[in-house]
């Protein structure tokens, strides 16, 4: 793919988080404000960006066998740092993500664009692709916390512009948080279709080699059965 | 002694309008028609063998088609006439089917070659009404000698339908009303052939003089006893007919005999009766009409092959625009696109219905209400048969046992959302068919 | 002679009761609560009610023209599903917020997994937990009818029964006086606006098993169960379980639902039991009054797998 393609390929037509539904948990959580989503994705856009450009430089001489664990030593570094800058200078953020800024290191879009990217692609691409799905992920995070935090408390980035009468208190609740996410990736499917692209069955170029769930599947390909 | 047969687990049925307006109408007579036209094969089984030719020239019951196995019937020239062509009729189901053409005569000469069959014994009595050309005269069509023979399960009671459940058709009670004698007649008969100890006619309790004539009739008889049943359909049903009057299940995908009965159509063995004196093979059919379309309603008499559309011309005409026109009753009966076909073998009623008589529903979602399980006589689950079956679940349907449907309509009949219920247990079976087929 | 006939598959005569009609003789069963709330709580009731089924119809409707599906308004489900939403909140709901739970019921529960026939909860229940999630404060601020006593800010009589055994003569007497049989059964008590009349909602339940519209196995064994288990537990007098709390609302217009009940007798009968049951524990060993609601919508979850397990044997066996 060109350059510019990888990283628009996070963005839109493999967003993470929309149409790949990985990192799910910090997505639901942090969405709550804008101000912890903006926090919660330039972070973990930073940690993706090093993690990928590493474990690329790395990806032929780290063994197929122990890879797991070696990526999460490289990742873990990055998070750790990143918790330290954000403890020194806004320690406001690091209250507000609270246990979800060490729990980037399982973050599964990290983890699984090491393994389906990083792992067998040049530094270069890898750090596009970094930036392009850390631009993906902190573009849908911010978008549901906009929703969620304008209706669920009549405010963005802290700026009351609803008065509390007319907020719609689930929003800021669990459910409401599935029913954005949910609705935001049926919107996505629906432009994509328009657009003419069918939405992303797991068909890389690679087939199964790419799918983060392929020891999970067994090669039953539930990902092509009814992937409308 | 244990029980070695199932019981019957019947489930609701439904209870329609029975409008039967012609109940009291004396069978009459038509005029003959200018042609007859009738197919070889009228029966289920193996297709019957034409035996004649354009230009033959046939008496009323000469044998126009030869039965090819056991399973299989003759088929008899309903008139004296000449055979004008051979053509391919357009069956219901889209198949052709191979047809005589006979112009009528209008002498009506009996073939001189029959005669009435000599029998001794049950083998003499089978291959007697396989040379009838009889088939179940109840619609289902079944060759009926086939059912008279000996089976290897034992056999202890025949059944006789005379439930007549579906809404118009009065014609088995125009049978038990004008042919009583030959009605029990028959029924001695078979027993005294088949070794069959008894027997019991079933027959619906909207009938109340056809039942109190067959008593009287009976006279206390200790081998026939009949059976009034509840007024829902579909009594007539064979399975649900053998539940009801003996307290025992056909076993899925048995046959009557694995319940140890045999059952047979009342007018069937009127029949019978009938044949086993003259030797005179089936080439007439007491057929009610009916229909707020048709001018004269009533049950008549009439010769195979007689075409609806002469039928409505000799039946005073159209009152009204028929909307659909049926072969059959109103549950099962098959709509004719044309006015071109013939009365068969398996008709025992003409349908001339108007708009008003005619439902249609626009197909809706499946609102899961139930009432479909709720009618099903049988006990199966049409609205998750429905849901199977449009996703396609191979597995499932085969659980839901859709093998088991007898198609009676009573699904389609409450379905509150319009949905073509029966029309999808017949397409699911079709379905496992060709995926059994494949392995 | 060249008439068209028209040709179509067996069975060519059809029942009378379609889904309209179905839906029609519900509406009618809760025109005795719709009246009663109306004398009750007043016109704003009204009101609220008619808000609440325009909003149900125009979800609808403009959901079937964006997503150009064939019109369904006319089944009149939406019409049965506004009234319930509205029956479930108190007299005092804004408007918007009524709304808001209409949208909730139609396009999110029903439309957006398939329509009618697809939902797999009651849409009217998750409308009320959403906006019972949504807007705590005015879904628990209690209108009361006239003539009942005023000074229990909040309180329905199921919290009011709880308060009981912790209150002081005076209170208890009043709390007697107000949590008294009588007053429970024609509804002169706080609460909702479908769950305070305890005859209009029976003469609603009669009229639907008259009608054949609903079996009155749910009914009998949810209201049965609940009964016997408070017994069982001497959390609440069993004949006060049965007559507040929207339990009788619950089991006649919720829980005999069709898509979201099970469709054999035997598995309806293991419904009514679950949703007793559940109904009994929550409110006994929970803080929330809210025990029909999520009773009704557990056991809505868990009908694909009792239809399964109490589908009837066929006749003659299972095809082999």
């Given at each position: ?228 | ?344 073998k398996t008709t025992n009623a003409v349908l001339y219905l108007s708009e008003s008589e005619v439902s249609t529903i626009p197909n809706n979602n499946c609102i899961r209400c139930g ?69 | ?320």
């Amino acid at each position: 793919m060109g350059k510019l393609k990888i990283v628009f390929n996070g963005i839109l037509k493999e967003n993470p988080v929309l149409v790949l539904v990985l990192g799910t948990c910090p997505v639901l959580a942090v969405s709550v404000s804008v101000a912890g989503a903006l926090g919660m994705g330039i972070a973990a856009t930073f940690v993706l960006i090093g993690s990928n450009a590493v474990i690329s430089a790395l990806r032929k001489i780290i063994p197929s066998n122990v890879r797991i664990p070696c990526y999460i030593t490289v990742i873990a570094t990055f998070v750790t740092i990143v918790m330290m800058l954000i403890k020194a200078f806004v320690p406001s953020l690091y209250a507000a993500l609270g246990v979800y800024l060490p729990l980037i290191v399982v973050n599964c879009i990290i983890l699984g664009r090491a393994e389906m990217f990083a792992a067998k692609n040049k530094m270069l691409d890898s750090i596009l692709d970094g930036i392009g799905m850390g631009l993906g992920f902190t573009l849908i995070i911010v978008i549901m916390a906009s929703i969620r935090e304008l209706l669920g408390e009549g405010s963005w980035f802290g700026v009351s512009i609803i008065p509390e009468e007319y907020t719609i208190g689930v929003m800021t609740r669990s459910p409401g948080g599935f029913l954005t996410y949910g609705l935001l990736m049926a919107a996505l499917a629906a432009i994509l279709a328009k657009k003419g692209k069918k939405p992303l069955k797991f068909s890389t170029s690679n087939g199964c080699a790419d799918c983060p769930v392929a020891s999970a599947c067994n090669g039953s390909h539930e990902c092509e059965e009814g992937a409308e | 002694m244990s029980n070695i047969y199932l019981k019957p687990n019947i489930g609701g049925g439904i209870k329609t309008a029975g409008l039967k307006s012609t109940e009291d109408f004396k069978t009459a007579t038509l005029p003959l028609p200018k042609k007859v036209v009738i197919p070889f094969t009228h029966h289920i089984g193996a297709p019957s063998a034409p035996v004649v030719s354009k230009g033959d020239h046939v008496f009323v019951g000469t044998k126009i088609a030869s039965s090819t196995s056991f399973i299989s019937a003759d088929t008899h020239s309903s008139v004296s006439g000449t055979v004008s062509d051979i053509i391919e009729l357009h069956w219901s189901d889209g198949s052709l089917r191979p047809s005589a053409i006979i112009e009528t005569d209008g002498e009506q000469k009996p073939d001189p070659g029959i005669t009435p069959p000599e029998i001794s014994t049950r083998e003499d009595f089978v291959s007697a009404v396989q040379s009838s050309g009889l088939i179940g005269l109840g619609g289902a069509g079944f060759p009926t000698h086939v059912k008279l023979a000996k089976t290897k399960q034992p056999v202890d009671t025949l059944v006789i339908n005379a439930a007549e459940c579906e809404p118009y058709i009065t014609s088995d009670y125009r049978t038990i009303m004008e042919e009583t004698d030959e009605v029990i007649e028959g029924i001695e008969t078979v027993l005294r052939y088949t070794g069959v100890k008894k027997a019991v006619i079933g027959i619906e309790n909207n009938k109340p003089k056809a039942i109190e004539l067959l008593n009287k009739k009976l006279n206390g008889s200790p081998e026939i006893r009949v059976v009034p049943l509840k007024t829902i359909y579909p009594q007539g049903a064979e399975k649900v007919l053998i539940g009801r009057v003996t307290g025992r299940a056909v076993p899925s995908g048995g046959l009557p005999a694995d319940a140890g009965t045999i059952v047979l159509n009342v007018t069937t063995v009127s029949f019978l009766s009938k044949f086993v004196k003259t030797g005179f093979p089936l080439v007439e059919k007491r057929i009610t009409v009916d229909g707020s379309a048709i001018a004269k309603p009533g049950n008549y008499l009439l010769p195979l092959g007689y075409c609806i559309g002469e039928l409505a011309e000799n039946l005073g005409g159209y009152v009204r625009s028929p909307e659909r026109i049926l072969l059959g009753g109103p549950m099962m009966g098959i709509a004719l696109s044309s006015e071109d076909f013939p009365i068969l073998k398996t008709t025992n009623a003409v349908l001339y219905l108007s708009e008003s008589e005619v439902s249609t529903i626009p197909n809706n979602n499946c609102i899961r209400c139930g009432r479909c399980a709720y009618g099903c006589p049988v006990c199966l689950s049409p609205v998750e048969i429905d849901t199977a079956y449009e996703n396609g679940e191979i597995d499932e349907l085969k659980t839901l046992s859709v093998k088991n449907c007898i198609e009676c309509g009573c699904c389609s009949y409450n379905c509150p959302a319009g949905r073509p219920l029966t029309q999808t247990m017949k397409l699911a079976k079709a379905l496992l068919a060709k995926v059994g087929e494949k392995k | 002679m060249t008439k068209l006939l028209s040709v179509a598959p067996a069975p060519h005569i059809r029942s009378k009761k379609t889904t309209n009609l179905i839906m029609l003789d519900v509406i009618i069963a809760l025109l005795p609560v719709v009246v009663a709330s109306g004398i009750l709580f007043g016109l704003n009731a009204l009101v609220l009610i008619a808000v609440s089924v325009a909003g149900c119809v125009l979800s609808e409707y403009l959901w079937c023209r964006l997503m150009k599906k064939p019109q369904c308004v006319q089944d009149l489900s939406a019409v049965v599903t506004g009234i319930l939403i509205a029956l479930n909140v108190p007299a005092s709901l804004p408007i918007w917020q009524v709304l808001f739970g209409d949208v909730v019921a139609i396009i999110i529960v029903k439309q957006l997994f398939g329509g009618i026939g697809y939902n797999f909860v009651n849409p009217a229940l998750a409308a009320r937990v959403v906006m019972g999630l949504s807007f705590p404060a005015s879904m628990t601020s209690y209108t009361y009818p006239a003539g009942t006593l005023e000074g229990m800010s909040g309180a329905t009589p199921l919290s009011s029964i709880d308060a009981l055994s912790n209150a002081t003569p005076e209170a208890a007497t009043h709390l007697g006086k107000y949590a008294d049989l009588f007053s429970l059964f024609i509804g002169r008590h706080g609460g909702v606006l479908g769950e305070t009349c305890a005859l209009a909602i029976l003469i609603g339940g009669i009229y639907l098993i008259i009608r054949g519209i609903i079996k009155p196995i749910i009914p009998l064994s949810f209201l049965a169960t609940t009964f016997l288990l408070h017994y069982a537990f001497g959390s609440i007098a069993p004949l006060h379980a049965i007559l507040s709390g929207g339990i009788l609302l619950g089991a006649v217009f919720m829980a005999t639902d069709y898509t979201t009940s099970p469709y054999t007798d035997k598995g309806k009968l293991v419904f009514g039991v679950g949703c007793g049951i559940l109904t009994a524990v929550i409110r006994t060993y929970t803080n929330t009054h809210e025990g029909v609601t999520y009773s009704i919508l557990i056991m809505n979850l868990l009908v694909p797998y009792i239809n399964k397990l109490t589908r009837k044997k066929p006749y003659g066996g299972a095809a082999k």
